[in-house]
């Protein structure tokens, strides 16, 4: 079965959602009562009276009916469209007909004006039943044929054109020829068998219609059965008035016309329906929908999809509007930036659904403090912006900003677990801080790190301090980028002395930036920038290949063998590949492993990740040598002095820098010295600028020190030259001993 062929039916309900019409029976039983009481009564005086149905009401009630006919050929053929059944067409086309006959019949009715010929009972008769079949044929036509469009528009055309033409031969054969039609009337006796029988004929064709009409209904048909059926019992009605009737002015004549005028209204409601109305709804439903989607998609434009809360773009409407207020009321906005504290962590943790599950409660908990002029929004992640309007000061803001922090500071639960954060906020003013959206969410950004450098859970006021901090790191870190490139990199290096013997048994690498227009600046004002933004991770590469190298040219240049120290980052080992590198320039450089010492900060060992212990026992395997630079400042967790097995501590230069003067401090070095001494490591301090904190290190058994008070850091040439010197001495030494 093509899809043009299969029944246009959905169930129960019709095109446009609503439910399926019931069948009009009280008024088809209604009607149908009446023709029996009719029967049944004996109304002779009211059957003979010919007055009753006199020619005027008779014109006048055709002419009703052919308005009708013509109304649902009207209706039906201008609101086609393509996609609309074809059944329509068969109605319209046919009612066309059934009204241009009706007309027939009534300019043939008896004592009506000569049409050709003379007007007489037959010649109405004729008309009167072929306008009867053809809206019986119409009627069971649509009611078999599927209700699926047309393949070919210009059908309707072809179909248009093929009932004019019959319509004008039956006009044609009627008012010419009319001996060819088996008699219907003969004048005296009445109505003939053949004219009963042809009336029987059209009530079977109408009755087969409303069976099948009844049937389609139930299967809850697509278009209007319910009118379709009513129209043909009617139809039948009215039929079986003109079986009845003795003369063409009695009561079943007057009964017979008025329900056939019903019966096409019933039609002309189903045209209706199907051309105007149910189009008409499906639009309505249609714009409705679309509408409906319209305000979604507007809705999805400007609000964050996981919180509902306003977007970006939202916010930086209702800013650039809230500026156009403060301006005229001569007032101040607030763009405090909310980030929340450890959010990260909670994420990875507990998981991304109870991550999304807090911020939609931590969201709900804001909105529900704020007044509605303020504008709470997400800007994505865990960070979002609130807009406060109409501010005299900074401090109206300072109530806001305790509100927001004890709300994100209540515990919350979720899955039976209470999850307790923080915020860290950052505030810009309109117009003191910006005068458009980007500068003050940029300002409020900057502040709100600064509060979380702070500590977190807490909040800043920007101000322009922050700025310059924030352009001069931009700076930097653009010329970070090329000083790599450019090699504006060096290395120092300072001595590290043996106290025992007095001799220098190793050096650490510090990295200078040779700038080009800064001069040569020390690592504590690039590094953190440098680590920040992970371009520690290629310096921290060249500075390993780099200490190598030089440390394998002096022990080439005939040099004393020392151990070169070079400093790492923790961030190396977050996104670097150590191992890898420090293999690479060992292989590079030729030097002994053993020459090689890394420092390992105490974070880099609080990271506690497998990774770094694998990275720090593979470069043991291979004889490289590790220490704990600023012993004593972080946890000095004895647990990872022993899984990492280091060899030696570098105590820090805080405690020693004030050895000589600070009790507290000395017996902190004494305790570290002991206890690396019972573990089996050496111990190293820094920071020793001179001979009285010397004096006491060697007192407490310290193996070894760095410091001012021996050489400052120095460049490569010079510590060519101071370890050329200390070759000199050591052999003048051994001489002197021989
Ligand atoms: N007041 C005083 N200071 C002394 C004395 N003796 C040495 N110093 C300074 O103390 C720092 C010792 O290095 P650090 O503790 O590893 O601290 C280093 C280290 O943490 C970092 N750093 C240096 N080079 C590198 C590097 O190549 N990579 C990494 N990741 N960090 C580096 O930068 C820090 C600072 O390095 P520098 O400025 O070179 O500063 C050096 C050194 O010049 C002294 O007697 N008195």
């Known amino acids: 079965m093509s899809h043009h062929d299969t029944p246009s039916l959905i169930p129960a309900v019709t095109a446009t959602g609503a439910p399926a019409p019931e069948l009009p029976w009280r008024p ?31 014109t006048l009630s055709e002419i009703f009916a052919v308005v009708v006919a013509a109304l649902v050929f009207a209706v039906a053929w201008n609101t086609y469209a393509r996609e609309r059944p074809s059944n329509i067409l068969i109605l319209a086309c046919g009612f066309l007909g059934v009204g241009l006959l009706d007309f027939g019949h009534a300019l043939s009715y008896r004592g009506m004006p000569d049409l050709v010929t003379p007007a007489s009972a037959e010649k109405a008769i004729d008309f009167w039943l072929a306008a009867r079949y053809l809206s019986a044929a119409t009627l069971l036509t649509v009611a078999l044929r599927p209700w699926t469009p047309l393949q ?47 009336e029987l004929g ?35 009605l009215s039929e079986l008035c003109f079986t009845l009737y003795a003369s063409v002015y009695d009561l079943f004549n007057l009964v017979g016309h008025i329900y056939k005028i019903v019966a096409y209204l019933f039609i002309y409601r189903a045209i209706f329906v199907a051309s105007v109305r149910d189009p008409y709804q499906r639009l309505k439903v249609a714009v409705a929908k679309r509408k409906q989607a319209e305000h979604k998609i507007e809705h999805l434009a400007y609000h964050d999809p996981l919180t509902e809360l306003p977007n970006r773009l939202l ?33 990875d943790s507990l998981g991304h659904t109870v991550g999304d599950a807090l911020l939609k409660k931590l969201a709900t908990c804001l909105q529900g403090s704020l007044r509605s002029t303020d504008t709470l929004s997400r800007q994505g992640g865990d960070e979002f912006v609130l807009l406060v309007p109409g501010l005299n000061s900074s401090e109206d803001c ?7 922090m004890s709300d994100i500071q209540a515990p919350i639960v979720i899955d039976n677990t209470e999850i307790t954060t ?26 709100m790190y600064k509060a979380k450098e702070a500590g977190r859970n807490a909040y800043r006021f920007f101000d322009e301090t922050m700025n310059s901090e924030v352009v001069a790191n931009l700076s930097l870190r653009n010329g970070l980028r090329r000083a790599l490139d450019n090699d504006q990199f060096v290395l120092h290096y300072q001595p590290q002395i043996d106290l025992a013997s007095g001799t220098v048994i190793g050096v650490e690498a ?82 002994d492993p053993q020459f090689l010492e890394l420092e390992l900060t105490e974070s880099i060992l609080l990271q506690g990740t497998d990774s770094v212990f694998t990275t720090v ?14 012993f004593g400042t972080g946890y000095s967790s004895l647990s990872y002095l022993k899984r990492f097995a280091v060899d030696k501590l570098k105590i820090d230069q805080s405690f020693v820098r004030d050895l000589t003067h600070d009790s507290d401090d000395a017996a902190i070095i004494r305790a570290i010295v002991q206890m690396a001494h019972s573990l089996g490591l050496r111990t190293i301090a820094e920071g020793v600028e001179n001979e009285n904190v010397l004096e006491q290190l060697r007192g407490f058994g310290c193996n070894e020190a760095q410091g001012y008070h021996f050489e400052r850091p120095m460049s490569a040439e010079a510590m060519s030259d101071y370890l050329e010197k200390s070759r000199q001495s050591l052999a003048l030494a051994l001489a002197a001993n021989n």
């Not at 593979?618 to 040598?625: A, I, R, T």
């Open 398 to 404: 300072t109530p806001i900003l305790s509100k927001i």
């Open 202 to 236: 059209v009530i079977a064709m109408l009755a087969l219609a409303a069976i099948r009409f009844r049937q389609l209904h139930r299967q809850g048909a697509a278009f209007d059965a319910a009118n379709l059926f009513a129209a043909s019992m009617i139809g039948i």
């Open 315 to 347: 916010l930086r409407d209702r800013l650039e509007q809230a500026m156009v207020w403060a301006d005229r009321s001569h007032t101040r906005v607030a763009l405090i930036f909310i980030d929340i504290d450890n959010f990260k962590t909670i994420n």
């Open 152 to 198: 070919k528009s210009a059908t309707r055309y072809r179909l248009l054109a093929g009932v004019l033409a019959g319509t004008a031969l039956i006009f044609v054969l009627q008012l010419f020829f009319p001996s060819i039609w088996p008699r219907t009337f003969i004048e005296g006796q009445g109505l003939t068998a053949f004219k009963i029988g042809a």
């Open 422 to 447: 923080s915020a860290s906020i950052g505030i810009a003013l309109y117009p003191d801080d910006g005068a458009n959206f980007d500068t003050l969410l940029q300002k409020a950004d900057t502040a």
């Open 28 to 58: 088809i039983t209604g009607m149908a009562l009446v023709v029996l009481v009719c029967w049944l009564m004996p109304l002779e005086a009211l059957k003979n009276d010919h007055s009753l149905y006199p020619l005027a009401l008779h």
């Open 617 to 630: 026992r593979e470069l043991k395997k291979l004889g490289v040598k590790f220490s704990i630079d600023d």
């Open 510 to 591: 510090l990295i200078r930036w040779q700038h080009p227009e800064l001069g040569l600046m020390a690592p504590g004002r690039f590094i953190t920038v440098a680590e920040e933004s992970g371009l520690i991770v290629p310096i921290g590469e060249w500075v390993i290949q780099e200490a190598c190298r030089q440390a394998a040219c002096w022990q080439r240049a005939g040099l004393p063998k020392i151990v070169v120290a070079v400093n790492l980052s923790a961030i190396q080992f977050r996104r670097g590949d150590v191992e890898h590198t420090v293999v690479r320039a060992l292989d590079a450089s030729g030097l």
